[in-house]
């Protein structure tokens, strides 16, 4: 059976506690190699038994000490976040205004694919110079996310393989398997040190003669032995937690893109060329859990992705190793090229659906949408091109340009009011400069006629541009930012929702890993931020004090049935959820999922929402890390 998005977080979350049980047996492992190669040197030494004992105990503690503060450095050297590894690995970086017919392709399967799953736009980078087809995504929060595919993908892949193999990344994405595929190269990193050690000692010690250099032979022997110890476990620890995740990976792709044919398309090109999935890269064997395909080549008991062939009839029964071999024999005289493929199949993206009305009120059910939470499905890839379809393409280049990225998100603020818009223009043209303003004043002009649910994902689009700002540019910029909400003295939900997803997706590109929350409270434990959440919401979606309560009310008996907090109007609005927000993230998978069934039930008390309650339903989810795939019809 399927696991929903909580699910996948709470399974994620016991794999973690996994990992640090295979962690503290890998550690034994390698200490007791050591302690068993300085016994056997001190004893050919001829050494009292004393002095024996007394070695094993400093040899024990060097050794933990070397492993702890070598996974620590080499964790903290991957603070910054996904982009990271993939920079580690050879990564180009995608820029958001490329020309490139390739990285165009690529950059509008990725975006499709953020608004049609509600995940934030990642950075997107390339290994340019690997011909095999792989991928991986890397990041301690979806926030703070990279995206990597080799120079192969791009090349191999027509639109639809390429669409699934993205897809089986945001699979890892949202089911908590990338932010364990990063700790688990810091993890590793500590047992595979003491090998290192020993191979640059060697390397260092030749041409060393005489009698004094012995001992530092037999040093480097014993820890290039030990490293080899390090390598089994390490690769056994990769082994044991990637493959059965890459089964749910490829069914979440095929859920995601509503086929199979496009990452069992990847899956065959990859078993039929030469090239493989396989990696040149030096650093391949660090981050071999993370690929999409075996980028190493490991035996069996090594691997780290179910085989290839399993891995096809899982999505295709009646595929055979026969087929494979017909394939293989055709790509051998004609290789494959991607961009040739969608032309001749016609891949040129999903067919816009039509906007809703601009004021229109959908029902819902609360287990539909907790069941949409993290996932994508058919409707949502029609909504997420009907997004991209229906911004206009001033606006699309403002939210990719660097330059562009800080005024359009002062335009997205600007009032209608002309006393207050005055004020604001005031504060841009102080702050940023005369040409910050005009640029500003431009793009509203096009805002203006914008759908009120197309704002958000519009803004979504410039988040990794804005990502890209220095740390004193980005605080001075999210100062403005409230400035300008404030500046008619009351804070609209429009303004609230966009300042509050800016907040959490810069703050947290400043300092990826220490936002990351490990969820362990449970409901009970935040009933008074749970409290304040649904009368703020239910404020939002009523016409009367006694319709609010109500909606609190149903709220409330699917969340905390028991509690008895009365219902407390809120007079600051949205802004009084600021202080909850960090008790809230820090729930537990399944808690969540019971916030967000309750949050459904207190917006559909009247029997409907409006895209005003989306958006702050949608910002709810993002803020609190379980990504909603936008609500625009049917649900």
């Not at 206009?392 to 209608?416: H, K, N, T, V």
């Not at 994902?457 to 404030?486: G, K, S, T, Y």
Request: some cysteine; glycine content about 10%.
């Amino acid at each position: 059976m399927a696991m929903n998005f909580f699910e996948c977080q709470e399974a994620a979350r016991r794999t973690s506690r996994r990992l640090i049980g295979l962690f503290v047996l890998a550690v034994a492992g390698v200490v007791i190699a050591v302690d068993i190669g300085i016994f056997m040197l001190a004893a050919a030494d001829g050494s009292s038994p004393g002095s024996i004992a007394g070695l094993i105990f400093l040899s024990t503690v060097v050794t933990l000490a070397v492993i702890g503060v070598s996974s620590l450095i080499r964790t903290a050297g991957l603070r910054s976040g996904g982009g990271k590894v993939a920079v580690e690995l050879g990564g180009t970086r995608v820029p958001e205004d490329t020309s490139d017919l390739h990285y165009r392709r690529l950059r509008n399967v990725v975006e499709e694919m953020s608004l049609a799953s509600g995940v934030p736009v990642p950075e997107i980078y390339v290994l340019e110079e690997e011909a095999g087809i792989n991928a991986f995504a890397a990041g301690w929060t979806p926030a703070t996310a990279a995206v990597t595919v080799t120079r192969g993908a791009l090349d191999r892949l027509n639109r639809d393989e390429l669409q699934g193999v993205i897809a089986h990344e945001y699979s890892h994405i949202l089911n908590g398997d990338m932010r364990l595929n990063v700790r688990l190269i810091g993890v590793l990193f500590g047992i595979l040190v003491l090998g290192i050690i020993g191979r640059k000692l060697l390397t260092n010690m030749r041409g060393s003669r005489g009698k004094d250099a012995v001992p530092i032979w037999l040093i480097a022997l014993v820890l290039l032995i030990v490293g080899y110890v390090g390598l089994f476990f390490g690769r056994l620890i990769k082994a044991g937690l990637s493959r059965q995740r890459e089964y749910l990976a490829d069914a979440s792709a095929v859920q995601f893109t509503r086929q199979t044919r496009g990452i069992a398309g990847a899956l065959k090109k990859i078993g039929g060329l030469a090239d493989g999935s396989k990696l040149a890269a030096a650093d391949a064997e660090e981050a071999s859990h993370m690929f999409f395909g075996d980028g190493v080549g490991y035996s069996e008991l090594f691997a780290t992705h179910p085989p290839l062939l399993k891995r096809i009839q899982a999505l295709e029964p009646g595929f055979n190793g026969a087929a494979m071999e017909r394939l293989s024999a055709g790509w051998m005289a004609t290789p494959p090229d991607g961009m040739q493929e969608d032309a001749a199949l016609g891949l040129t993206g999903s067919v816009p659906a039509p906007m809703p009305a601009a004021h229109v009120t959908m029902a819902v059910a609360a287990a539909a949408v907790v069941a949409q939470a993290g996932t994508a499905a058919d409707r949502h890839f029609d909504q997420a091109a009907a997004i991209h379809a229906a911004i206009p393409e001033a606006l699309q280049e403002a939210a990719r340009s660097l330059d562009a990225a800080i005024p359009l998100m002062f335009a997205l603020l600007l009032d209608g009011d002309a006393g207050v818009r005055a004020q604001q223009e005031g504060i841009i043209c102080r702050e940023h400069g005369d040409a910050t303003l005009a640029t500003a004043s431009a793009l509203r002009t096009h805002i203006d006629d914008l759908h009120p649910a197309l704002r958000l994902p519009l803004a979504c689009l410039a988040f990794p541009v804005l990502r890209r700002r220095p740390r004193p540019q980005l605080e001075a910029f999210i100062a403005n930012v409230d400035a300008l909400a404030d500046a008619d003295g009351q804070i609209s939900l429009f303004e609230y929702c966009l300042g509050c997803l800016l907040h959490r997706q810069l703050s947290e590109s400043l300092d990826p890993s220490a936002h990351f929350v490990a969820g362990m409270k449970k409901l009970p434990d935040a009933a008074n931020a749970v409290a304040m959440l649904l009368a703020v919401v239910a404020q939002y979606g009523a016409d009367s004090p006694d319709d609010a309560r109500r909606a609190y009310l149903a709220g409330m008996q699917e969340v905390l049935p028991n509690a008895n907090i009365p219902f407390v109007a809120q007079d600051a609005g949205a802004a009084a959820l600021d202080p909850g927000w960090d008790t809230l993230d820090a729930l537990d998978p399944m808690a969540k999922a019971a916030l967000l069934e309750g949050l459904v039930a207190t917006i559909a008390a009247d029997g409907k929402i409006t895209v005003e309650e989306s958006e702050l339903l949608r910002t709810v989810c993002g803020v609190l890390h379980c990504p909603l795939p936008p609500l625009l019809g049917g649900s």
